[in-house]
């Protein structure tokens, strides 16, 4: 990506693209509203009930990942006041549309990890608002009067949602029933992760070969070789610090980790608009994987790792680029 993005305008220029192609995906949501009975998606009562829309992608996330890469980037645009349109105030109209139209999009798809990353997004919004205005009182009334909404707002959107995760800690249900039943399977596997030698647990589980108790067609068991270890490097963890774990060991979980928090600690190096879009595309990451697989969907590390990129650029580059007049247009 580093070929790709020499400067701030290549990135600004790919946020651009980006924003083009959400477009398109905005010209098939009418049609799969209208026209394709297979976009709505029934939910067990477990996940909250009621219709999801799924539209025609084949994982719901992706829906997720254009949204919250959308929101990243018009406030990202909006504090760093630069649009690609010639009057700021023509920008303005185009950052509420967009707000507005990715608010209606998160309540449709009903997914709680978007919702989850898109809130924190708003709060980093407000905050790094504040420090690039100086306007702090109206801007704390924003930030107060938004989390008067959004609990509000959750009360009927998105309490249903995590209902079951309400339930375990309070503790009307097992600790195996915690995101949305996923700790179950976390519970399982790493039961077999256990099994395993040392060196499958340092390099990861495709060093190893687990025997284990498989249940026959007649009810009966018969120990065999294991097909689970397919499973505990594949999106079937639902989560990517344990799929990572499994796959690369503790020393690729490590490098990971030490990877990511070294592209945090480079936020300090940066103006303030950066250092929002560097704290956001850290915590898209980091909660998205509590629950998800953000390193397996393309479309999101396009966006992600071209930040990345950007923030890696050295420190003496990247002031001489800062003093140039960077016209986005």
Known sequence: MRHF???????????????????????LAPYNYYLNPKAFRQLTI???????FAGGYADIMTYGIII?????????????????????RNFKIFFFITLFICWIGLTMIKHTSSWGVAFILAVLFI???????????????????????????????????IEKEIN????????????????????????????????AKVFGVSFSVVEEK?????????????????????????????????LSG???????????????????YLNIEDQFLALA?????????TTTLPTTYPSLLYIVFSVFAYMTIPQKIRSINEKKNINIR
């Not at 477990?46 to 999801?52: D, K, L, M, P």
């Not at 959308?70 to 700021?88: A, C, E, N």
């Not at 594949?234 to 344990?242: E, L, P, Q």
């Open 68 to 88: 919250i890469c959308v929101l990243m980037i018009i406030f990202y645009l909006y504090i760093h006041k630069r649009t690609p349109f010639k009057y700021w």
């Open 214 to 246: 498989i249940v026959l067609m007649d009810g009966n068991y018969k120990t065999g070789f294991s097909s689970v270890i397919p499973i505990m490097i594949s999106a079937g963890m639902h989560n990517d610090y344990i799929r990572i774990l499994f």
């Open 127 to 161: 905050l790094y608002l504040i420090k690039r205005t100086k306007i702090v009182i109206p801007s704390l009334i924003l930030l107060i009067s938004f989390g008067i909404y959004f609990q509000g707002f959750s009360s009927s959107k998105i309490d249903p949602l």
């Open 168 to 199: 375990v800690l309070s503790g009307k249900a097992k600790i195996d029933r915690a995101f949305n039943g996923r700790m179950w399977r976390w519970r399982r596997y790493f039961r077999v992760w256990d099994q395993m030698p040392l060196y």
């Open 46 to 52: 477990g996940r909250g009930g009621g219709i999801r």
């Open 5 to 27: 993005i020499r400067e701030k305008k290549d990135l600004i220029g790919i946020f651009q693209t980006f924003l083009y192609s959400f477009i398109f995906a905005l010209i």
């Open 250 to 268: 503790v020393a690729g979980l490590y490098f990971y980790l030490f990877f990511l928090f070294q592209i945090f600690k480079k936020r300090k």
């Open 281 to 289: 595309s850290f915590v898209i990451v980091i909660l998205y994987s």
